[in-house]
């Protein structure tokens, strides 16, 4: 059988892939984690709308679970959380690492975790922008430092907020590969480096990333 001339070749591991030529199954190497109550389109659905979601490439953890809480009231992923001014707001995160092979064939390893935090000041002049203001990596966590308990990781930190509504999202990365982001080293100190194409290995540039969960501070 033939293939046609828009059609790709399949995605085979071989240590490099070319970027412009090939793609993956879906699933094989991105994949997207939604919270859904139910096993159902519907419920999926409307854990997509409300944001309870988190991504990874490579299968690089098995799960991941984000909490904000002010001790009264919490909230997880594409959530609101409002707590009073002044009231201590903490983070509590806990994740399985992976646990078996990938396609490529190998079980990944988390090398980082980082928080990252930014304001909400209203709707952007420029939404052609594609900056969050203020936003930035506060904490750089590396999983040999963070305690691992029946096969999970997990710790808490208190979040030094600023004084309006802000968002904290998580993302982690192998380690492997990483540059300082756009803005700086200040901002973001070791972010996804820019991909060759033609040149580059996917499985050796694992990362997750989460959504936000909001904060609002009220008086």
């Not at 009231?73 to 707001?89: F, N, P, Q, Y």
């Not at 540059?179 to 480096?193: K, S, T």
């Amino acid at each position: 059988m033939q293939r046609s001339p828009e059609s790709k070749e399949d995605p085979v591991y071989s240590g490099t892939v070319d970027l412009q030529e090939n793609d993956f199954w879906p699933g094989y190497y991105s994949r997207t984690h939604v919270g859904a109550r139910e096993v159902t389109y519907g419920s999926v659905m409307e854990g997509l709308r409300e944001g309870r979601v988190w991504v990874d490439h490579g299968c690089l953890i098995d799960s991941i679970d984000v909490t904000v809480t002010d001790g009264a009231m919490s909230a997880t992923l594409g959530g609101e959380l409002t707590a009073k001014r002044g009231r201590a707001v903490s983070l509590t995160v806990t994740l399985e690492p992976a646990s078996k092979p990938n396609f490529a064939g190998f079980v990944p390893e988390l090398a980082r975790v980082d928080v990252i935090m930014g304001t909400v000041s209203g709707p952007a002049e420029d939404r052609d922008a594609m900056m969050a203001p203020e936003t930035r990596v506060i904490t750089q966590l590396p999983v040999a430092d963070l305690a691992v308990k029946d096969g999970k990781i997990s710790w808490t930190q208190v979040l030094e907020a600023p004084s309006e509504k802000f968002y904290i999202r998580l993302r982690g990365t192998d380690g492997k590969r990483s540059q300082p982001g756009f803005l700086g080293a200040n901002i973001d100190p070791a972010g996804p480096a820019i991909d060759q194409p033609g040149n580059a290995d996917p499985w050796e540039d694992l990362w997750f990333y989460t959504n936000p969960i909001f904060v609002g501070v009220i008086s």
